[in-house]
């Protein structure tokens, strides 16, 4: 299978970027990969998080998949200690720099195996699946918004008030050099097929609805990575949300 892959970032209506991401797909290669990272902790903190679990995870990634090894049948167990040695990064860093306490970052790396993908996924950073015309969440969400989705669907909450808890976006899980509480990262590969779009994306994406991305997706799904980068963009752009946050993203179309 061949790959076809842009990155995006914007700073959205934030003063500043706290998103990372980069991602490795080399051309004659069966595999490649994505690092995505989303920062916490104000200016000078979550971008600093941000860029250091990026490049440890990217630079991690890049020497054990290239070293000419197979790897594959341990990925889990590598993604999970890349993780970890991402996570000392930001505890070494805060021991040295005590003024950036309670900085962190997400994390979301889908790695692509010919027609397998495997990821890990901490924090509430989404793996999207775009497959015949419908858009689905692959990994899991590390934040209060599934309990409180709970709450409407047992008529606890209303709609209109859970999409605007004011603790929607609560993280359960991150990286920020002490235990990490929840980890996704699974063992058997999701099957991917020919004509299948991924979209690793902090969440800054999601000031669009699901629905919109669709739409988005069915109108350039046949075009190169590039363009369906640049029309999200000029999506999230034409609703000029005053509280639009960062928004980072990898678009990988599988070919």
Known sequence: MRYDVATAISVGRRDYQEDAVAADFSAGNSFGFAVLADGMGGHAAGDVASKIVVTEVFSELKLQLGNGHDVEGDIASLLRSIAQGANDCIDAHVTRNPELRGMGATLLA??????????????????????????????????????????????????????????????????????????????????????????????????????QIEAVLRKTARRPSTEIAEALLAAIERQRHPDQDNVSFAIIKIR
């Open 110 to 211: 889908p790695v692509i195996f010919e027609d397998r993908l495997y990821w890990i996924s901490i924090g509430d950073s989404p793996l999207f699946l775009y497959r015949a015309g419908k858009l689905r969440q692959l990994n899991e969400d590390h934040s209060l918004a599934p309990q409180i989705d709970l709450m409407v669907k047992t008529g606890q909450l209303d709609p209109e008030t859970a999409r605007n808890h004011p603790d929607r976006n609560s993280l359960t899980s991150v990286v920020m050099g002490r235990r990490i509480p929840l980890i996704d990262c699974r063992p058997r590969p999701t099957e991917l097929e020919t004509g299948d779009i991924l979209i690793a994306a902090s969440d800054g994406l999601q000031f669009l609805s699901d629905a």
